[in-house]
């Protein structure tokens, strides 16, 4: 399996040499991940390769911050929010709280942590059980931790309905009968009850109306203010998080590739990914040209994902291999566009009546590399030590092995981001302890201008 071997080539962080994300050593840590992996496995007729939804991320959360999680659909925002309050079973890695490694706690102490850690959903329509009263749906999690007497119980709701602009005669009212905003505040009544430090907001504000996601995040930050919340904030909107997040984790495939203060990061992103996910914002004042960085294809498939670094197959900084220097951009990139061509034929979650027919021994592909290959290189003329792998690997590619058309061409044209996946270095050893996985840091591969034009949101 490919993310095998991307793992075996990563130089393995241990707790000691991960960058530590607060080396300056005055801020409070909360919550320190280090290589957490959250895998899911594929529990259909055939088996298959597993889901590398959050696959080895490290960074810590420190106490009372606001921590933004941005990223594309599907990168394992979610996974890793539900992994860190417990919702989902770690595969690997710690997450560590006063001493303790809460991937491994249980009893009394996973029920303390289920109670201190709380999430926030996306969706308020359906995250909240209908059948039950607004006051029951608040009064839950009291009743399940069995706080206090059920009188105070009561009196502690009627008071959080309050708290989150809610009124107390609502307590007997449905969820139904609210708006998405009202609804809202339920569920973060509903989070607070418990009195945690720590709360997950899983995109709390995407399903509102605009005018009611500004009520909702002041509503949150006074509460952070008030009660000493530390927050991870999982989001789309980049414009949110750079309103309310006090650093940015970017995450992509499963690993985080950038991490630093909100502002820094947005204004100057060091990691290629980050200059084109925040390159796609688009201007509030139309009248003022950005540059832009735009992405090519679509993320791989998280059960497959690129040996090398994870970001490689759309990279517009990736790192030419030495001797094909001659080569200009256009011809570089109908190369890189074959390869995902490939990747794509081969991808290893084909439907199952494919799998069924492939088991059965009968042909599942057309054979279409020709007619790509062909709208690609028909009009380029390529240097034999191009031309001679391309040819090669068209021909694996007719015979039915995608795989081995990819290794042909990896070989022959890979460069160290299809070998090594890079490390999350320290980019900044200062205060603000920034750090960005991308072989573009490391001395011998810097080129300033690689990641192509980028100029930031005023
Ligand atoms: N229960 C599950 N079983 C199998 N695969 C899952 C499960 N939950 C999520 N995934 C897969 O894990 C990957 C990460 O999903 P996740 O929901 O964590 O991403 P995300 O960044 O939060 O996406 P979005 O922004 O769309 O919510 C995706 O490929 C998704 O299809």
Not at 102 to 117: E, K, N, P, Y
Not at 120 to 128: A, G, N, R, T
Not at 154 to 171: D, I, P, T
């Amino acid at each position: 399996m490919s993310g095998d071997s991307s793992e075996a080539n990563e130089t393995s962080p241990t707790m000691s040499n991960i960058p530590d994300i607060d080396s300056t050593g005055t801020d409070d840590v909360l919550l320190s991940v280090r290589e957490l992996k959250t895998h899911y496995e594929e529990r259909s007729l055939f088996g298959g390769d597993p889901v590398r939804a959050v696959d080895g991320v490290s960074f810590d959360v420190r106490r009372g911050e606001t921590l933004g999680l941005v990223g594309e659909s599907g990168c394992g925002k979610t996974t890793l929010g539900r992994t860190l309050v417990r919702l989902e079973e770690a595969t690997d890695g710690n997450i560590v709280i006063d001493g303790d490694d809460i991937t491994t706690l249980s009893g009394d102490d996973l029920q303390r942590w289920r109670r201190d850690a709380q999430i926030v959903f996306q969706d308020p329509e359906s995250s909240l059980n209908d059948r039950l009263t607004v006051g029951e749906i608040i009064r839950e999690p009291l009743d399940v931790h069995d706080w206090k007497t059920p009188t105070e119980r009561r009196q502690r709701v009627r008071n959080l309905l309050e708290r989150v602009g809610l009124r107390e005669e609502h307590y007997y009212r449905y969820p139904h009968q609210f708006s998405g905003g009202q609804r809202q505040r339920v569920g973060i009544a509903r989070a607070l009850a418990v009195e945690p430090e720590f709360i997950v907001l899983d995109e709390p504000v995407s399903a509102l109306d605009v005018s009611v996601q500004a009520q909702i995040l002041n509503l949150l930050m006074d509460l952070q203010e008030e009660l000493d919340l530390t927050y991870l904030f999982i989001a789309h909107d980049l414009s949110v998080v750079r309103h309310i997040c006090d650093r940015v984790a970017v995450m992509y495939l499963g690993k985080i590739m950038e991490f630093g203060p909100t502002e820094q990061l947005f204004q100057d992103p060091e990691n290629p990914y980050t200059r084109s996910l925040l390159s796609a914002v688009p201007t509030p004042d139309p009248t003022v040209e950005r540059e832009r960085t735009t992405l090519r294809g679509t993320p791989p498939s998280p059960r497959d994902p690129p040996d090398g670094c994870v970001f490689s197959t759309r990279c517009p900084a990736k790192i030419r291999p030495d001797g094909f220097e001659e080569l200009s951009e256009d011809d570089w990139d109908a190369i890189e566009v074959f390869r995902e061509v490939l990747r794509e034929r081969s991808r290893t979650d084909p439907s199952l009546s494919e799998r069924a027919r492939e088991l059965l021994g009968l042909e599942t592909r057309l054979p279409d590399v020709d007619e790509a290959a062909g709208e690609l290189f028909d009009s380029r003329s390529f240097p034999s030590d191009v031309q001679e792998p391309i040819q090669q690997s068209i021909t694996a590619a007719n015979n039915g092995d995608e795989e081995h058309a990819r290794e042909i061409i990896t070989a022959a044209l890979g460069s160290v981001c299809d070998h090594e996946a890079p490390s999350l270095l320290e980019t900044d050893q200062s205060d603000s302890a920034r750090s960005s996985r991308c072989h573009r840091h490391r001395e011998e591969y810097a080129e300033p201008d690689a990641s192509g034009p980028y100029s930031p949101e005023p």
